[in-house]
């Protein structure tokens, strides 16, 4: 009898084209062409190095097919516009102790699924499904500069800009939370054609301006970028290449009475403007029920501080840690959800509450050691909460 196989997955819905596994994966075994990123069974040796990368945890999934000959093809995967529900796997042949050892061998198999990442990412129930992958590599969207503006301190060292990109005629559905990938010209130093980057979106579905065909994109220069530099030193008119949009599970909930707590640190702020310019526009006469941790070095270094402070504090909670401002205490974003424990417990608890997380992986750590002991403190498990809300498509992390 042969023996089951447990096949590595990328979920293409969730997936949002970063290419991180990729570039981690010491066997690459991962691949893309125009469409879809996937992962060769030939060569995956199930070492979990492409894991903890992935933002989306789209990488984290796993189909136990009958045995290795069965597994599915690259062929297949690259044509998956979703992944294939779990087949039942057929046990006819062989003695009765061997078909009873190879029905423990599948169910053993099962129950690893998802054994990296903690489990698979989920959408808020009520939130709009998601176009995905309706331009790729082949057939970009081509969309025209309409506005390049810097949003910090022209005396910072931080760069951040607020680019606004007319899509024209072409359909290009977008909701708040997903991404788009732009295609920086040029090639790499293999004479290959430069893969696109990954931008949150900033901007509520419909535009950037009501009723408009455009988007928005909250993009910082890095040094020795070679698209953050492209897509920030673009001028009005300039026409850019788009891929995506990208992101299934990110999303905004159709729900009035859900309540955000939204942390984020830079230009993870992005997709948090999308969210409460839908919810503005959507739902302006709702209180109380967004809360916004916004981290950064100074108020001039922090993105869309202006216009926040504009927001009523009533519609949306404002809560900013600085981590250099001058004569002040240094405080991060885990330093404010402790000063405001017991609001975090109650929205822990909360089956309409909502924890969205977005910024640099490096605030990922500290932010979940808050909530634990914010949890710790109030008789509750914080992994077993975190498990149930990411369940119910109430906990939201896309880190990088």
Not at 78 to 101: C, F, H, K, R
Request: charged residues 25%.
């Amino acid at each position: 009898m042969t023996a089951p196989f447990k096949q590595h997955l990328i979920d293409p819905e969730i997936c949002i084209r970063c290419y991180t596994c990729e570039m981690t994966c010491p066997e690459q075994a991962i691949e893309h062409d125009d469409n879809n990123v996937v992962v060769d069974p030939t060569k995956c040796n199930f070492c979990m190095d492409c894991i903890p990368v992935c933002p989306t945890g789209s990488i984290d999934e796993w189909r136990v097919v009958a045995d290795k000959d069965s597994a599915y093809t690259l062929e297949q995967q690259y044509e998956w516009m979703e992944l294939p529900e779990q087949e039942e796997i057929a046990v006819s042949n062989g003695s009765d102790a061997d078909t009873d050892g190879l029905e423990d061998a599948i169910a053993a198999l099962l129950a690893e699924a998802h054994a990296g990442a903690g489990g698979k990412a989920k959408a808020p129930a009520s939130a709009s499904k998601p176009t995905v992958n309706m331009y790729n590599l082949a057939k970009p969207a081509k969309a025209t500069v309409q506005g390049n503006y810097r949003l910090t301190a022209e005396d910072s060292d931080n760069d951040v800009r607020h680019i606004v990109l007319d899509l024209g005629a072409q359909p290009f559905p977008a909701l708040e939370g997903q991404s788009v990938g732009i295609i920086p010209p040029g090639e790499d130093e293999n004479g290959n054609a430069h893969l696109p980057r990954l931008y949150s979106i900033s901007s509520p579905r419909d535009g950037e301006r009501p009723g408009y065909n455009n988007l928005s994109l909250t993009v910082k220069r890095e040094e020795n970028g070679i698209c953050s530099n492209y897509v920030c030193d673009l001028k009005p008119g300039d026409t850019v290449n788009l891929t995506g949009p990208f992101g299934a599970t990110f999303l905004l909930p159709s729900d009035p009475d859900a309540h955000l707590m939204m942390i984020c640190t830079g230009t993870g702020s992005a997709p948090f403007r999308g969210f409460t310019m839908r919810r503005q526009r959507e739902a302006p006469s709702v209180k109380d029920s967004l809360t916004l941790v916004f981290g950064a070095r100074r108020p001039k270094e922090l993105p869309y501080f202006g216009p926040l402070k504009k927001v009523p504090d009533d519609f949306m909670q404002k809560v900013f840690a600085f981590s250099r401002e001058e004569g002040e205490t240094k405080a991060y974003v885990q330093d404010k959800l402790r000063e405001n424990a017991d609001k975090v417990a109650k929205l822990m608890q909360d089956p309409k509450g909502h924890i969205y997380i977005c910024g640099l992986k490096a605030m990922e750590h500290g932010v979940e050691a808050a909530l634990s002991d914010i949890a710790r403190s109030n008789g509750l498990t914080w992994t077993e909460i975190r498990d149930a809300m990411r369940e119910d498509g109430r906990y939201h992390v896309e880190t990088y």
